[in-house]
């Protein structure tokens, strides 16, 4: 490894871990979500001798994951539906139920509302950062992360009650 490399490492291995749990919330799949780091951080490692010019590398990747999900979202491939045994796995901990009734509502929600919401709540970004990062007005995140929010008390609701 050259002494050039070691901080493309370094950065690798410290922020890929926070990279899948935003992207396992994105995806709500666990497969998914490790595909979509993995292609968030090819571009990364083939776009490096340009971002280390860059102030925030975190930033870029960060932006470059809720992107590339988007983006997959849009593709038709994304609608085939696999046949076949799935292994099993074991539960998540705390309330499986409760973790399961969210992640289907989050998977209800459209791709722009669940970046919002994960930006906003789980990467605890500001209004402005969250606008920022997707390239929308902050009125549109504030909107989008609205009917989120409803539209997962409306499915928690049902739910619960």
Known sequence: MTSDEEPLHAFIEARRGALFRSAY???GNRDEAEDLVQATLVK?????RRLRRLDNVEAYARKTLVNTFIAGRRRFWR???AY????DRPAPAGDPESALALRAAM???NPRQR????????EDLSVQDTAQLL????NTVKS???RGLEALRAVMREEYV
């Not at 970046?115 to 789980?122: F, G, N, S, T």
Request: hydrophobic share 55%; charged share 15%.
């Open 25 to 27: 919330l994105l995806c």
């Open 44 to 48: 990364v490692v083939l776009g490096w």
């Open 79 to 81: 609608w085939e539906q």
């Open 84 to 87: 076949g045994e799935l292994p």
């Open 107 to 109: 998977a209800g929600l």
């Open 115 to 122: 970046a919002v919401l994960v930006l906003r709540y789980w």
């Open 135 to 138: 390239g929308m007005r902050e």
């Open 144 to 146: 989008h992360t609205a």
